[in-house]
């Protein structure tokens, strides 16, 4: 997969150098570069925001150096990724389709935001995404967590697939409680079924967690979770 970040902030991305998504970067599965908005600026104090049509507070980025940072790595084939506060809430299911595209662009927006008629017009499809109802300064560390839920999902970057299928929201539902040794811990002992080696103990065990861990902490998740896939898992379980 190709990614291309754009912000004025380059040094921000300095993270994606390290751990898996570093690793993922030195095998070749994730091609990532970051630009400097400012190079697609042609005046001596290299600008790249003005003042707000309309009046109100704070600056808004100017359309003419986006428009030129896109034309020079973008194609109509890419998709432009835009974290905003007014996006729609990024979830693991857009991490899936993100995760399949062959080449993402992401324009990190300062100040008050990105111009809109840049976004309105751009030659490439175009996803305005939110890391949740708060404002953040940029668009930096939103993309750097869009590139942490993306990257994990690529095949070959995870030693073991299977922690993704088992994982909060792959099926819609929360993981249950992990533990790992000493058994017995500062008066705390791992639940007994965990030590049982009855796979299907566990696994039973494991679903009724996930189930009432999500019906207790995320209502929200738990009444959108189809009820026949409820009974029918649990039967096979
Ligand atoms: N004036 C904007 C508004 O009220 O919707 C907020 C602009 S914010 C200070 C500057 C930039 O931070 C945004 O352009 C966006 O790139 C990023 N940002 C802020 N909050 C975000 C969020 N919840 N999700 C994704 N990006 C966000």
Redesign the pocket.
């Known amino acids: 997969m190709r990614v291309d970040i754009i912000s004025i902030f380059p040094d921000y991305f300095s993270p994606l150098d390290l751990s898996l998504i570093g690793k993922a970067r030195g095998t070749g599965l994730l091609d990532l570069s970051v630009h400097d908005l400012r190079t697609w600026t042609s005046d001596v104090h290299r600008t790249v925001d003005d003042s707000p049509y309309g009046g109100g507070p704070?600056m808004v980025m100017r359309p003419e150096p986006w428009a030129a940072a896109f034309s020079a790595v973008a194609s109509p084939s890419s998709l432009l990724v835009?974290?905003?506060?007014?996006?729609k809430p990024f979830t693991q299911a857009d991490a899936a389709a993100l995760a399949a595209q062959e080449h993402l662009v992401f324009a990190?927006?300062?100040?008050?935001?990105?111009d809109q008629r840049v976004l309105d017009s751009a030659p490439m499809p175009v996803r305005e995404?939110?890391?949740?109802?708060?404002?953040?300064?940029?668009?930096e560390v939103?993309v750097i967590v869009i590139m942490e839920a993306i990257t994990r999902l690529l095949p070959g970057v995870l030693g073991n697939a299977d922690s993704l299928t088992e994982e909060s929201h792959s099926d819609g539902l929360l993981e249950a409680p992990v533990y790992t040794k000493p058994a017995s811990w500062d008066g705390l002992d791992v639940p007994e079924v965990l030590r049982s080696g009855d796979h299907g103990k566990i696994a039973r065990w494991r679903r009724e967690q996930s189930l009432l861990r999500t019906a207790t902490r995320r209502p929200d998740l738990f009444e959108a979770y189809p009820p026949e896939k409820i009974g029918k898992l649990d039967r096979a379980a």
Request: with cysteine.
């Open positions: 704070g835009v974290p905003s506060p007014v996006g990190c927006g300062r100040y008050e935001g990105i995404v939110s890391l949740g109802d708060y404002v953040l300064f940029g668009g939103a």
